[in-house]
T-cell receptor, first 111, second 113 residues
Framework: QKEVEQNSGPLSVPEGAIASLNCTYSDRGSQSFFWYRQYSGKSPELIMFIYSNGDKEDGRFTAQLNKASQYVSLLIRDSQPSDSATYLCAVTVDSNYQLIWGAGTKLIIKP | NAGVTQTPKFQVLKTGQSMTLQCAQDMNHNSMYWYRQDPGMGLRLIYYSASEGTTDKGEVPNGYNVSRLNKREFSLRLESAAPSQTSVYFC????????????FGDGTRLSIL
C-alpha cells in the first residue's frame, strides 16, 4: 500500500517566523510532488509543485525534496495569519493519472 | 473565469435514494477526477477520466458510477445512497497525466440520513 504521511498538527508558529511542513512518501519511484492549501470548509488550492529534479521557490514559499529520505518539505517564510490553513501533500504513484494524498497538517499562525 | 464548477453545493438524501453530482470545467483539460474527503483522512480518488471517452476506478469506487459526458463534463452517480457515503465530494481537472497539477471545484457536501 503506497502511502503519504503528514503530521496532523496543529503546528503553531508565531507571525513572521518560518513555518516548516513535512510529508513522507513510501513509493521510491514517485516523480512529482504537490502542495495544496485548504481553508476550513473550502476546496484545496494549489500552492506549488516540484518534480524530482529539484527544489523550487515562489515568493514566500519553498518546496524541497529529499529523495534519499523520501520526504518533501514546504517552507513558508514571514508567516502571516492568512497562512493559517490545512496543508495537503500529494505525490504521484506509478499510475499515470493518480495521486496519493496525505491527510494534511493544520497550521496556525499566531499574531 | 469559472474553472471547475460543481452542483449542487449541499444535498441531504435518505438511505436508498439516488442522485447525480455534476461537474464541469472550462479550462479545456483532458483529465477529470472525483474525490471524497472525510474528516482526518486524505482525499480519496473515487473515479477518474484520463480523457474524453474513458473512465477508470480509483481507490474507493464501490457504490458509485461515473459518466464523462464530453470533454467539459464529468458526473458522479450514487445509485442507492448509504450513510457511509456521507462526505464532501470534490471534482478536479488537469491538463493530462499526474505530473500536471489538479484544479478543484468548490465541493458538494452530501449527507445521507
Amino acid at each position: 500500500q503506497k502511502e503519504v504521511e503528514q503530521n496532523s498538527g496543529p503546528l503553531s508558529v508565531p507571525e513572521g517566523a518560518i513555518a516548516s511542513l513535512n510529508c513522507t512518501y513510501s513509493d521510491r519511484g514517485s516523480q512529482s510532488f504537490f502542495w495544496y492549501r485548504q481553508y476550513s470548509g473550502k476546496s484545496p488550492e494549489l500552492i506549488m509543485f516540484i518534480y524530482s529534479n529539484g527544489d523550487k521557490e515562489d515568493g514566500r514559499f519553498t518546496a524541497q525534496l529529499n529523495k534519499a529520505s523520501q520526504y518533501v518539505s514546504l517552507l513558508i517564510r514571514d508567516s502571516q495569519p492568512s497562512d493559517s490553513a490545512t496543508y495537503l501533500c500529494a505525490v504521484t504513484v506509478d499510475s499515470n493519472y493518480q495521486l496519493i494524498w496525505g491527510a494534511g497538517t493544520k497550521l496556525i499562525i499566531k499574531p | 473565469n469559472a474553472g471547475v464548477t460543481q452542483t449542487p453545493k449541499f444535498q441531504v438524501l435518505k438511505t436508498g435514494q439516488s442522485m447525480t453530482l455534476q461537474c464541469a470545467q472550462d479550462m479545456n483539460h483532458n483529465s477529470m477526477y472525483w474525490y471524497r474527503q472525510d474528516p482526518g483522512m486524505g482525499l480519496r480518488l473515487i473515479y477518474y477520466s484520463a480523457s474524453e471517452g474513458t473512465t477508470d476506478k480509483g481507490e474507493v469506487p464501490n457504490g458509485y458510477n461515473v459518466s464523462r459526458l464530453n470533454k467539459r463534463e464529468f458526473s458522479l452517480r450514487l445509485e442507492s445512497a448509504a450513510p457511509s457515503q456521507t462526505s464532501v465530494y470534490f471534482c478536479a481537472s488537469s491538463e493530462g497525466q499526474s505530473n500536471q497539477p489538479q484544479h478543484f471545484g468548490d465541493g458538494t457536501r452530501l449527507s445521507i440520513l
